[in-house]
């Protein structure tokens, strides 16, 4: 590992970090400074803790020309929280550079000194999209000479519906200036959004110590209509906070749905014969965690833009060694321990024969015995869903459903999960045992100064 003076930083920089106690760089660090202060495009992945935002912060204040007194820098976060975090650390990792002023521009707050700290102006500053936008709109903020945007937790800002906000944003930037996206997971939509903005961008993706991508892939021998015993049985036993099981048939994904429930495990059936608005209702409890367990059958999986799961079922095996893969595949990315069992009954013994050949180890059986022999402990879901009566059409945004929730005295920022923005509806996936608060909230306040239907789903 190289120390912070082989990474070329001035002395001001290197004597701060001393004084902060960081002896040497994080493995993101001695990755990314490099090409950062080389002005190209990066993106890094690695995981919370490692250190990201000294990663960006020394390259935005290593650029920074004090005495051009405009903005120069943007960093966008997801939360108000985490803008405040940044800000500090930056604040911190600029103290040996005299008059470095550094704001933050987020929603829940007053907007009206923020236009006044603006009107004096600033290097940089780190905001959320809803209220950077604002200003925008405003003409409150000027960035026609930014040089550098940084997205940070860039995953988060798209999980929570800020899509369209960054859009906006970086529409309004200079097409020359230096993106920096940072993000802890690689999900296609941070692939996406990186072809969009950035150009040839550097690619720093710090491997975890732990070993490399693992699926723990087991199979089960179980009789014709042990299925849903198989699979309750299976749930109990590993507890994952989200599944799926695949199914041959529509009919397949709802009986087993319905039987589940009964279990009290919290499923839901996914296939192609669900209307759309049904379908989006799904999808969005699925991945914004309020569901555990999804029943879904190979062609409505497609669309499903997860991360990663835990455990993937097979409740009967593919039909060939291709889909096996592609099912297998949604579980053990981004360097998480994964999880696929397969169930097979003595019929379909020649569908996992086929597998076996194309594969060079044996595969792994389990005792069915042992397995079906496990009682039911079904898993809460993590997260509930609230569904608000408002949409896009009627101006609601991310950061209005934010500052609602969390502003004055309300939810911690970090109870609101995933945001579903819809034309006349949205979704916000909260804590669970914080659900009723949010519920109470949401009800008695008010959003874009106005009152909208809410619902716990
Ligand atoms: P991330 O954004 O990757 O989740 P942070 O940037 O918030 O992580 O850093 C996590 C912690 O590590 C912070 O407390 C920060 O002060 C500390 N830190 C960052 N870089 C170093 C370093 N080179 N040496 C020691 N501590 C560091
Ligand atoms: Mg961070």
């Known amino acids: 590992m190289p120390s912070f003076h ?50 960006f912060g020394i390259g935005l204040l290593e650029h920074l020309n004090v005495r051009h007194f405009a903005v120069q820098g943007l960093v966008l976060c997801p939360t108000r929280e985490l803008a405040d975090q ?3 650390a930056l604040r911190e990792l600029a103290r040996s550079i005299a ?44 960035l026609d000479h930014l040089k550098t945007l940084v997205l940070d937790e860039a995953d988060r800002m798209l999980d929570m519906g800020f899509r369209d906000a960054m859009d906006d944003i970086i529409g309004q930037l200079p097409g020359q200036r230096q993106t920096l996206l940072f993000s802890a997971t690689w999900p296609e939509s941070i692939r996406t959004l990186s072809e969009q903005y950035q150009r040839d961008p550097v690619d720093v993706r710090v491997a975890d110590s732990e070993p490399a991508p693992d699926i723990d892939e087991q199979f089960y021998e179980i009789q014709p209509g042990q299925q849903a015993d198989a699979l309750a049985a299976l749930l109990s036993l590993h507890r994952p906070g989200s599944c799926i099981a695949f199914c041959t048939t529509r009919q397949q994904c709802d009986e087993l749905a319905e ?28 991945a914004n965690q309020s569901v555990a367990v999804l029943l879904a059958t190979d062609v409505a999986a497609r669309g499903l833009d997860i991360k990663s799961l835990p455990l993937v079922v097979n409740v009967e095996p593919a039909r060939d060694t291709e889909v096996h893969t592609h099912r297998v595949g949604r579980t053990g990315r981004a360097g998480e321990q994964g999880r ?40 809460a879901p993590p997260m509930r869903t609230l569904c608000v009566a408002g949409g896009r059409k009627d101006k609601v945004r991310p950061g209005d459903l934010m ?55």
């Open 403 to 457: 500052g609602a929730l969390t502003g004055e005295a309300g939810l911690p920022g970090d109870a609101v999960g995933k945001i579903d923005l819809f034309d006349f509806q949205c979704f916000v996936a909260i804590r669970s045992e914080l659900a009723q608060k949010a519920l109470k909230r949401l009800e008695n306040g008010r959003i874009k100064g106005r009152r909208f239907r809410v619902r716990l789903v």
């Open 340 to 379: 696929a069992v397969t169930f097979c009954t003595p019929a379909q013994a020649h569908r996992v024969n086929r597998l076996e050949a194309a594969r060079d180890g044996d595969l792994a059986w389990g005792d069915t015995g042992a397995l079906l022999a496990t009682p039911d402990r079904p898993v």
């Open 86 to 88: 940044v800000a500090k």
């Open 259 to 286: 039987i589940l429930n009964e279990r009290g495990f919290n499923a839901l059936a996914l296939h192609g014969d669900l209307d759309q608005k049904d379908r989006d209702a799904v999808l969005v409890r699925f």
């Open 99 to 142: 008059n470095v002023k550094i704001l933050t521009l987020c929603g829940g707050v007053a907007i009206g000194p923020q236009i006044g700290s603006l009107s004096h102006g600033a290097h940089l500053v780190v905001g959320t999209p809803g209220r950077v936008q604002d200003h925008l709109r405003k003409g409150t903020l000027v």
């Open 6 to 55: 082989q990474l070329e930083l001035s002395t001001a920089m290197l004597s701060t970090l001393e004084q902060l106690g960081y002896q040497r760089p994080t493995p993101v660090q001695a990755s990314a400074i490099p090409p950062i202060l080389a002005g190209r495009d990066v993106i890094a992945m690695a995981k919370t803790g490692s250190g990201k935002t000294a990663a």
